[in-house]
T-cell receptor
Framework: AQTVTQSQPEMSVQEAETVTLSCTYD???????LFWYKQPPSRQMILVIR??????QNATENRFSVNFQKAAKSFSLKISDSQLGDTAMYFC?????????????FGTGTRLQVTL | DTGVSQNPRHKITKRGQNVTFRCDPI?????LYWYRQTLGQGPEFLTY????????KSRLLSDRFSAERPKGSFSTLEIQRTEQGDSAMYLC???????????FGDGTRLSIL
C-alpha cells in the first residue's frame, strides 16, 4: 500500500516571499502520478499541480513548481511570490498509474498562512 | 463546465438515522469517486465508479454504507444506522479518465448528534 507523509503541519510565509512544502511517499510502483491540491477554508479542493513519475522534468504552473526526486521519493511544492490568496491547506497526493485503479492517497496536509 | 455538485452541503442527524448524499459529476466524466475527510486529516478513499459500475470499495466502507450510480451520471451515498464516528466531510470527485486529474465538489458535512 502506498503512503504519503507531510511532515509540516503548519507553515507561515510573508507576502511576496517563497515557501517550500515537503512531501515524501512510499511505493513499490514505477508508474504513478503525484499531485498537490489546495483546500482554502470552507472551500472546495482544487488541483495546484501534477507530476507524472516517468517525466524527469519538474512540473511548473505559474508561481507553483515542484522538486520531484524519484529516487528519494520526495515531492516538494515551491510557491514563489506568495499571495494572501494562497492561504489554505495543501495536500500532497499519490495515484497509481497502472491498472484501472485511480484512487488518490492523500497526506495529512500542511496549513499555510500567508501574512502581510 | 459547472463543476462537481454535491447536495446537501450540511446534514445534521441523530445517531441511528439513515442519510443519503447526492453527487452530480462534471458532465462527460465517466469516473466518479467518494472520499471521506475528518477534521485535520486528508481525504480517504471510499469507493469509485466507472460509468455505472462500482469498481473498487475501501475497507473503510462498512456494510452500513452503500453507493450507487444507476445511470452512470449522478451518484448517491447512503449511510444506514449512523454512528458518531460517521461525522465527517464526504467529498465527491470526478474525472474524464484514470490519467486525468480529479475535480472535487464542495462536499457534504455530516454531523451526528
Amino acid at each position: 500500500a502506498q503512503t504519503v507523509t507531510q511532515s509540516q503541519p503548519e507553515m507561515s510565509v510573508q507576502e511576496a516571499e517563497t515557501v517550500t512544502l515537503s512531501c515524501t511517499y512510499d511505493t513499490s510502483e514505477n508508474n504513478y502520478y503525484l499531485f498537490w491540491y489546495k483546500q482554502p477554508p470552507s472551500r472546495q479542493m482544487i488541483l495546484v499541480i501534477r507530476q507524472e513519475a516517468y517525466k524527469q522534468q519538474n512540473a511548473t504552473e505559474n508561481r507553483f513548481s515542484v522538486n520531484f526526486q524519484k529516487a528519494a521519493k520526495s515531492f516538494s511544492l515551491k510557491i514563489s511570490d506568495s499571495q494572501l490568496g494562497d492561504t489554505a491547506m495543501y495536500f500532497c497526493a499519490f495515484m497509481n498509474g497502472t491498472g484501472t485503479a485511480s484512487k488518490l492517497t492523500f497526506g495529512t496536509g500542511t496549513r499555510l498562512q500567508v501574512t502581510l | 463546465d459547472t463543476g462537481v455538485s454535491q447536495n446537501p452541503r450540511h446534514k445534521i442527524t441523530k445517531r441511528g438515522q439513515n442519510v443519503t448524499f447526492r453527487c452530480d459529476p462534471i458532465s462527460e466524466h465517466n469516473r466518479l469517486y467518494w472520499y471521506r475527510q475528518t477534521l485535520g486529516q486528508g481525504p480517504e478513499f471510499l469507493t469509485y465508479f466507472q460509468n455505472e459500475a462500482q469498481l473498487e470499495k475501501s475497507r473503510l466502507l462498512s456494510d452500513r454504507f452503500s453507493a450507487e450510480r444507476p445511470k452512470g451520471s449522478f451518484s448517491t451515498l447512503e449511510i444506514q444506522r449512523t454512528e458518531q464516528g460517521d461525522s465527517a466531510m464526504y467529498l465527491c470527485a470526478s474525472s474524464l479518465s484514470p490519467e486525468q486529474p480529479q475535480h472535487f465538489g464542495d462536499g457534504t458535512r455530516l454531523s451526528i448528534l
